[in-house]
């Protein structure tokens, strides 16, 4: 996986993440934004305390909401803590594991087990 967290920009404007090969307008990507590079605000969030294999447990996810150029964007993921409240501010930090690549029934080799989660500011 790359350490960019990769959305796309479509020619309406509207910006998804992750990112599809077509815009809610059918129209192509005509470029991609690195949400890695902004802030995000915490919209709602949740502490599971039954995480599946390799996940740490508990496991705080938030979905969070970026401002890219006034164009809003939400993204899910783990928080880096369980201190978190909607409406705090968090920036995406790289991870090289997400969840321990051994664990589970997966063969390690066959998926990428890093991505980002969000810290609070």
């Known amino acids: 996986m790359s350490d960019r967290m990769e959305a796309y920009r479509y020619e309406d404007g509207s910006i998804s993440y992750p ?7 059918g129209s192509k990507p005509v470029e991609t934004v690195d949400l890695s590079e902004y802030t995000a605000t915490v919209v709602t ?5 039954a995480t599946p294999p390799g996940v740490r447990e508990p496991n705080t996810v938030a979905i969070v909401e970026f401002d890219v150029d006034s164009e809003p964007v939400r993204a899910i ?7 978190v409240e909607t409406g705090t501010e ?9 969840r321990d ?3 589970g ?3 390690p080799e066959s998926q990428a087990w ?5 810290e609070p500011l």
């Open 19 to 25: 990112g599809h090969p077509l815009g809610p307008d």
């Open 45 to 49: 969030w949740t502490t599971s305390t």
């Open 77 to 83: 993921g783990q928080v880096t803590t369980d201190e």
């Open 90 to 98: 968090v920036r995406p930090v790289y991870t090289e594991e997400l």
């Open 105 to 107: 029934i997966k063969v």
């Open 101 to 103: 690549p051994n664990e």
């Open 114 to 118: 890093d991505g980002y989660r969000f």
